[in-house]
């Protein structure tokens, strides 16, 4: 296993150096949904490319393992070849998925607009750097870190809006222990808006564990929910603060089969309170929807507008 | 870490709520099990396909420290001992 671990570290690593996303793909997805937005300045609204990577993480799996990488480690050697299986191979998200992405950048774009947020936004900004810290190779992420650091400070950037709870983790606890002076102000896009109006009356909040456990904002997305009349249907255990369930994602690259399985665990306690579930994570989403059967799954900025 | 590794009453209430212990029911994959296999990596003991199993499986979704009833900063000591375990190969 550790064998097959490395081979994704390898692969994103290589990935990261050569182009500032994690996996072998056409970067011109991560930079569709800005179109028309104005570029740079001091407050930057940065994606990450979380949205469009989220589907793609296990694409990647699914070809490592076709090329007879396997996580039990019966042939990982042959992974360990990690970057390099992929040769030309890109990978690409469906066009439903990435039509879906766009969409959703695009509203948290308009609703910050339309809250007289003023941003810009970066067209080759470069990823975070969470899949790497979340594999747990922690002094490659600190390199990696301080790169993007100094990118955002070339810029000018001084504060930094996010859409999703991996980046925000990493950007607000995770860099300022590697990048030396860190200064930059950082926001999550549900901070800022102030949604008009919902497309569901009823759901159920399916939180994100960094969100709910690590950065206070349980209350925030609810709130969000309220202000727009959406009833959210709570069950202490299901969706309390302690209790609710990870979606699995944080090991879907490592473990897939475990990842599926925790997935499938949590869809069947949410199903039990709405046929509706909102999430607030693009991974939470990906890896929700593939043991969804039956269950509308939603990101919040599908939700709200 | 290890002396707050060692603080484990073992009561299991952590594995009540993990989400792998849940899906697998195997101990090495509960915060409980996943303790103990940071523990030996901290304390420098041998590798095993167990240990790395155990530690590159956790979530991190610190559920089980919510419950925790002595406390534990049971996700701090299992992704320091991953960072080790991973340093040393
Ligand atoms: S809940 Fe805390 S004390 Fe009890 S077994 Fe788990 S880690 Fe040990
Ligand atoms: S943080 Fe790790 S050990 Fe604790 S409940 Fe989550 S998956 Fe289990």
Not at chain 1, 4 to 17: F, G, H, P, S
Not at chain 1, 109 to 128: H, I, N
Not at chain 1, 207 to 232: E, F, I, M, Q, W
Not at chain 1, 273 to 288: A, Q, R
Request: proline share 4%; with cysteine.
């Amino acid at each position: 296993m550790e064998d097959w671990i490395r081979a994704l570290r390898d692969l994103v690593v290589d990935n990261l150096k050569r182009n500032r996303f994690p996996l072998p793909a056409d970067r011109s997805i991560c930079s569709r949904w800005a179109s028309g937005l104005p570029e740079g300045g001091r407050r930057v609204l940065y994606s990450s490319c979380m949205y469009q990577l989220a589907p793609l993480i296990a694409k990647a799996v699914d070809v490592l393992q076709k090329v007879g990488a396997s996580s039990g480690g019966v042939r990982a050697k042959l992974a360990a070849a990690g970057a390099r299986v992929f040769g030309g191979f890109l990978l690409k998200p469906s066009d439903e998925e990435a039509r879906r992405a766009d969409g959703i950048l695009r509203n948290i774009a308009t609703m910050l607009s339309k809250a007289g947020v003023q941003f810009g936004v970066l067209r080759d900004e470069p990823y975070s750097g969470a899949l790497l810290y979340e594999l747990g190779f922690e002094e490659d992420f600190a390199s990696y870190a301080r790169e993007v650091y100094r990118y955002f400070k070339e810029r000018g950037v001084e504060e930094v809006i996010t859409v999703d709870p991996h980046t925000h983790y990493v950007l607000e606890r995770v860099y300022p222990k590697y990048v030396e002076r860190f200064d930059l102000k950082v926001v999550s896009y549900m901070d800022l808006v102030k949604p008009s109006k919902a497309s569901v009356v009823k759901a159920v909040v399916h939180d994100s564990c960094l969100y709910a456990r690590y950065l206070d904002r349980y209350d925030v997305y609810r709130r969000l929910l309220d202000s727009v009349g959406v009833v959210h249907v709570e069950d202490p255990y299901v969706t309390g603060k302690a209790y609710s369930g990870c979606c699995g994602g944080p090991i879907e690259s490592v473990r897939p089969d475990v990842a599926g399985e925790v997935a499938k665990i949590r869809v069947r306690q949410l199903s039990k309170l709405s046929d509706t579930v909102i999430t607030v994570c693009p991974i939470c989403y990906v890896n929700l929807s593939r043991a969804a059967s039956g269950l509308k799954i939603l990101d919040l900025a599908e939700v709200i507008s | 870490m290890i002396s707050e590794i060692d603080r484990c009453a073992r009561c299991g209430f952590c594995e009540a709520v993990c989400p792998t212990y849940n899906a697998v029911r195997m101990r090495h994959m509960g915060p409980r099990g996943r303790l103990q296999m940071a523990r030996a990596v901290l304390d420098g003991g041998v590798s095993s396909r167990y240990v790395v199993e155990s530690l590159a499986t956790c979530l991190r979704c610190r559920a089980c420290e919510l419950v925790c009833p002595a406390s534990i900063r049971i996700v701090d000591a299992i992704v320091e001992a991953r960072k080790r375990l991973y340093a040393r190969a």
